[in-house]
């Protein structure tokens, strides 16, 4: 007994309301047409960042530190370098990491945990998520469950050799997750405390960094000043190194004081820093050990700064996030560019803010603590209300601009108005909107935390659900559910209803991508009950639509008709040319799965003409796809050829790998139906190749059970079960039990012809019991035909 056709896997493309649903639901249904994740096993990451400039001795340090590399004990290998704020651990650690860096062929990964900066010290989830992709782990890895991705990043590593470097560690709860389970692997950690718990679970190894000795102390200075103040004397230089405390970070804002000013004498220069620091004592009295060594030095720079750059210095300490760029500064100072850039210049020249990029700065933790207080001290606060305010509206503008780009068809946001003389970021494509969106994506989480708890909600908000356009291109799970749960409360805050109706359709699509359906589901249903209060229709027929592709994930058919029935008939009723097709086509995937391929065809056919009107060559190959899969239903395996052909055609002219491996399995299937399996053959192994590449898992079980399929139609009938068992193997490890179903069924198939009768017995009984779950037509006339056999 054969069951219905099962020509495509189908996992959705496009966004949650712009759909062109597939054959078969097989797995994750992505609403977006984001690149998938790289090869498992092919990148190898250099996240490194540059070593600082100017770096002196530490040879005890770095001798020690090679010792602990070397160290042969079993499990683990943890370093921890430990230390005062501002006395160089980072330094030292990615100076030593280049230089061992070649012992990890695998690669080397990096992230600043920002356990000491303005905003909350940054969750391992997303660490990991980060890693993840890095790594180019599947797609099902990137999860909103941390347990689920520190599992998998545990499993990419097994035989491989990184080097992982975690800077500014605040606690053992933020690091245990990113901890290897190889000890091929390595993993420095930096942090201002002990990280005990590390040493007493981990075996994690401490190396505890102190201020330079005296000659270090005077080395870096001179290091500094060479060429501008050769002729100091040393005990001068040495006296200069005592007021600093003999840390680096102070030693270099000093040098560079000193070096700005060659012709005066250093005594003086000592003079007027001893000045400074009795001035701060009296203000700072309650301060901590470190800010007290270091913040009379800063207060000696900050003083000899031009009116303009320490304005500029101070409003720096106000920014949201952990870097900037020239452009977010002059937003910040309310200036142009070109005066930012000059003013940054001045300020870097100090060293008292450090260039990262050709265009992108950041301060030290305490460098930013100091201009924050400065603010504090010399800015009123409307002053300082409004620097936040242009920022934050500058980095919504800019996002808006990104999602115009990136994401053209959903609905645009009336924006808060942004002040004349902010500086506007124009965009020439979608790769140069999505580039800016990479370098400011902590900055752009922080925005929306900075205006959810600075009093500016309508900012909040708006920048979360423009932010919701970008994420659905690329699922950056964490952000995604953190802006729209601040946005969420903002909108509620404010009281705009209809903000909060498109937040809580954001959480539920964000849901829904990370396979938290139960969530999604509720998040769905609370929008849809907004949305109909508020006699939003548009918004409604939007929200239906959502719900109809969650529930077709979860395979209840009857549900998810009735959503896109319904949004269908929204947009028909409003005439809405755009959307309705889009919701017909989906419309047509219900009626593939409930085996009514001829209530497909109009819709369809429909789709293509419409789609090719518009311009939109994704959506007609995905409709030319879900063609095919109908035609074959019906027998007309020549027009299906012809139609899956186009689709694959599509898939290469606009370059799209993704599309191109997923089409080419309705290629193989009407291949193997016209009674070409040697072709067909060709197709699935190449849709292996690109899933494995594109790291979808679902769909490279979908491509191995078609290559099943065309092994036991070529009398390869071992080929053929090995096929569908790693395919069953896949779906079950994924929890897919639909899909997992239909691949016991066709192992079972296999078995038969190699003489495996029990086997056979065995893996039909198994999926008539995954079967029992689903009540719709298709799945009980497969269930009833393996009862048979």
Known sequence: MTEPREVVDSTLSGTARDVVQARDVRGGIHYHHAPAAPAVRGPVPCQLPMASQGFVNRHTEREALDRLLDDGRAGVRVLLVTGTAGVGKTSLALHWAHAVRERFPDGQLYADLHGYGPQAPVAYERVLEGFLRALGASADAVHTDGEHMAAAFRSCLVGRRLLIVLDNAVGASQVRPLLPATPDCLVVVTSRRRLSGLAIREGARRLKLDVLDQDDSVALLRSVTSGYRDGDETAHVAELASLCARLPLALRVAAERAAGRPLMRLVDLIDELRDE????????????????????????????????????????????????????????????????????????????????????????????????????????????????????????????????????????????????????VSFVDAAAAMGWYEAERDNL???????????????????????????????????????????????????????????????????????????????????????????????????????????????????????????????????????????????????????????????????????????????????????????????????????????????????????????????????????RPADALASYQRAVTLQEQLGDRVRQAAARDGLGHTHLQLGHVQEAVECHRRAVDTYRELGQTWETARALAHLADALERADAAREAADARAEACELLAQFDDPRAVGLREGLRGR
């Open 277 to 424: 620091s009795g001035r701060w004592e009296v203000l700072s009295a309650e301060d901590h050990e470190e800010s007290e060594a270091v913040r009379p030095v800063f207060a000696w720079s900050y003083r000899d700064l031009p009116p303009g750059a320490a304005r500029l210095f101070r409003l720096l300490g106000l920014h949201p996030g952990p870097d900037f760029s020239d452009t977010a500064a002059a937003a910040l100072a309310g200036v142009d560019v070109r005066t930012a850039r000059r003013l940054l210049d001045v300020v870097t020249t100090a060293h008292m803010v450090e260039q990262t990029a050709s265009d992108r700065f950041g301060l030290h933790d305490l460098l930013r603590a100091y201009a924050a207080d400065q603010a504090r001290l010399e800015e009123t606060a409307l002053e300082r209300q409004e620097a936040l305010g242009r920022v934050l509206t500058w980095y919504l503008h800019t996002a808006d601009a990104v999602q115009a780009m990136v994401a053209p068809q959903e609905p645009r946001v009336d924006l808060v108005p942004a002040d004349d003389g902010l500086p506007e």
């Open 445 to 675: 989480v922080a925005a929306v935390r900075a205006a959810a708890s600075g009093g500016s909600d309508r900012i909040a908000w708006q920048l979360a659900v423009v932010l919701r356009a970008v994420y659905m291109t690329n699922n950056p799970f964490q952000d995604w559910l953190t802006t729209s749960q601040l946005g969420l409360q903002a909108a509620r805050r404010d009281g705009d209803r209809a903000a909060e109706a498109e937040l809580l359709e954001s959480l539920g699509m964000a849901h829904a991508q990370s396979q938290s359906l139960a969530a999604a589901a509720e998040h769905y249903e609370s929008a849809l009950a907004l949305r109909r209060e508020l006699h939003d229709a548009f918004g409604e027929a939007l929200t239906l639509n959502g719900l109809g592709l969650l529930e077709l994930r979860r395979r209840n058919l009857a549900q998810a008709r009735t959503a896109l029935e319904g949004s269908r008939r929204l947009f028909a009723d409003s005439g809405d040319g755009f959307w309705e097709p889009r919701v017909a086509v989906n419309l047509a995937q219900m009626e593939l799965e409930l085996g009514r391929p001829a209530d497909a065809f109009g819709p369809l056919r429909r789709g293509v003409e419409v789609f090719r009107a518009h311009g939109d060559r994704r959506a007609e190959g995905n409709a030319l796809r879900l063609l095919a899969a109908a035609e074959l239903d019906v027998g007309d395996v020549e027009s299906a050829l012809a139609h899956a052909e186009q689709a694959v055609v599509i898939a290469t002219e606009i370059r799209s790998e993704a599309a191109e491996g997923y089409w080419l399995l309705a290629l193989g299937d009407a291949r193997r139906a016209i009674g």
